[in-house]
């Protein structure tokens, strides 16, 4: 773990760095210049991500965003072989999922098309982007702290991109299949716009994605202090009421099974993050005992 003093110095040492020259101080505009070249380079890959995207815009739409409508869908091919070996069809969907969308507005494909591929463009740039903030802040730290915060960064896209496939894979399947099949009425008629299903499929996508992201967080709190393995422990039952009714949200389709697919990955990554911590706060005695 790292003080409240060290961490100021390490904040003050990322400042003062230069990244081509580590022992010159650089200054305030040199920084920001640094910073900008940095922010440049991600916003390059971001681009040419999109780029790819709008290229094959048919593709990404058919197979990929609106893939998961079909009966060969992967997650529904995999529970009827799971339904068949236990003798239930229950859980079986082989039929493809009859969801029509509306474009309401004048250029409203258009505007979808360039929206979205600079989400996806993100989403793909997502571990350059936080290569290139590792980069800026390297150059502050020494030759154990670089390798380890390295191993953090990919720690952090691999959360996050694990994040993301189990929200494409499991949750929006489930959750579009039950918003297109309920119905309080005969008389009402399900017919969504492709704005309201593409908010979902982002937000979705992006909140999953930054849920995964717990054990990461729990390991900068637990390293500086802020929350520490005794205090998990010690909430877990409450986060598991937290984790519950989270999954019920997340998950508008009222079956037990569906909520638990959200509820068990959520409550291992918080296991993971008290392991983390616990693992952390060793670390720290460790090195309160040498400096002693």
Not at 41 to 47: E, K, P, Q
Not at 181 to 200: E, G, Q
């Amino acid at each position: 773990m790292v003080s409240g003093g060290s961490s100021l110095h390490l904040l003050y040492m990322i400042w003062k760095r230069d990244p081509a020259n580590p022992e010159a101080e650089m200054g305030f505009f040199d920084h920001v210049e640094a910073l900008r070249w940095h922010i440049l380079r991600s916003a390059i890959a971001v681009a040419v991500c999109a780029a790819l995207v709008g290229t094959f815009y048919d593709f990404v739409f058919d197979k990929i965003i609106l893939g998961l409508c079909s009966k060969d869908f992967p997650t529904y091919v995999l529970l009827c072989k799971v339904g068949a070996y236990f003798g239930t069809s229950s859980i079986c969907i082989d039929k493809d999922i009859p969801l029509v969308l509306q474009n309401t507005t004048m250029f409203g494909q258009v505007t979808l098309l360039i929206q979205y591929s600079i989400i996806i463009g993100l989403v793909v740039a997502f571990p350059y982007i936080i290569f290139e903030l590792w980069r800026f802040v390297a150059p502050a730290l020494g030759p154990n702290e670089q390798k380890r915060t390295s191993r953090i960064i990919l720690a952090c896209a691999g959360f996050f991109y694990i994040g993301v496939a189990f929200c494409y894979f499991v949750i929006i399947p489930f959750s579009v299949n039950f918003a297109v099949s309920f119905t309080i009425s005969d008389k009402i008629k399900n017919d969504f716009t492709i704005d309201s299903y593409i908010d979902f499929f982002t937000v979705m996508l992006l909140a999953i994605g930054a849920v995964f992201e717990l054990p990461m967080v729990v390991y900068f709190l637990s390293r500086f202090g802020i929350l520490g393995a005794k205090v998990m422990r010690s909430s877990r039952r409450y986060a598991i009421v937290i984790i519950l009714i989270a999954s019920g949200v997340i998950t508008p389709s009222p079956d037990m099974f569906t909520q638990c697919l959200v509820a068990v990955p959520i409550y291992v990554l918080y296991e993971l993050s008290i392991f983390i911590a616990a693992r952390n706060e060793n670390r720290r005695l460790r090195e309160l005992n040498v400096s002693n």
